[in-house]
């Protein structure tokens, strides 16, 4: 019973580097997240996508992309690293009219740039 | 726009004591309201939720009660245990959409002692 999956689980990387993060969801959700979580600022949303073959930029979108490939999985990009991505980020998923909806969250990405 | 705010941490408390850590919110419409644990090294878990007001979530001995007349949900445990020791965040979903997006609070560290 995998859940949400996210992959890696650490990375290094140096600045001006480019990486993905991926993520997938066996549970057949509409709606897929993807979350940045820095000490005291709680979790803050970088893009969402409602359902397949859509994607929104959240509160904090700059300086990454996403892709919804299929229903299943949602990538975020980092085109271009820089130390201020240094964060833990966690993709989610919900399913169906989401108001109220549990939000399954993966395990978490550490990722550093130096 | 919709925020949350919930008590600073860190909270320390010795075993079998009572716990409370306030959480109150902004929203236009009528959002849901969550309570999620990370435990260490560890994604975010549903702890309980509320989707109306005077709704009372529960789960493992913690409870959380929706007051739409003061716009709280403060998480309470009338015996916490060494197990308990983890962060807890305040979300609320994001009424003026469907989209199921979540407004964290900043987070609030529980530490319990023996």
């Known amino acids: 019973n995998a859940g949400v999956t996210q992959t890696p689980k650490f990375q290094v990387l140096k600045t001006g580097q480019s990486m993905t993060l991926q993520c997938a969801q066996d549970?057949?959700?509409?709606?897929m997240y993807w979350y940045r979580q820095d000490p005291g600022m709680g979790l803050r949303l970088i893009y969402y996508?409602?359902?397949?073959?859509?994607?929104d930029k959240g509160e904090v979108p700059n300086g990454y992309n996403v892709s919804r490939l299929n229903k299943r999985e949602f990538s975020l990009r980092l085109e271009s690293a820089a130390p201020s991505q240094t964060s833990v980020y966690f993709c989610?998923?919900?399913?169906?009219?989401?108001?109220?909806?549990?939000?399954?969250f993966g395990e978490g990405s550490w990722l550093t740039v130096v | 726009g919709d925020s949350v705010t919930q008590m600073e941490g860190p909270v320390t408390l010795s075993e079998e004591a009572f716990l409370t850590i306030n959480c109150t919110y902004t929203?236009?419409?009528?959002?849901?309201l969550f309570w999620y644990v990370q435990y260490p090294g560890e994604g975010l878990q549903l702890l309980l939720k509320?989707?109306?007001?005077?709704d009372k979530g529960s789960n493992k001995g913690f409870e959380a009660t929706y007051r739409k007349e003061t716009t709280s949900f403060h998480l309470e445990k009338g015996s916490v245990q060494v197990s308990d020791s983890a962060v807890y965040f305040c979300?609320?979903?994001?009424?003026?959409?469907?989209?199921?997006?979540?407004?964290f609070g900043q987070g609030t560290t529980l530490q319990v002692k023996p």
């Open positions: 989610a998923s919900t399913g169906g009219d989401s108001t109220g909806n549990t939000i399954y």
């Open positions: 509320a989707t109306k007001a005077d």
């Open positions: 979300a609320l979903s994001d009424g003026s959409s469907n989209t199921g997006k979540l407004i």
């Open positions: 996508s409602a359902s397949e073959g859509t994607t």
């Open positions: 929203a236009t419409g009528y959002p849901s």
């Open positions: 549970m057949n959700h509409n709606s």
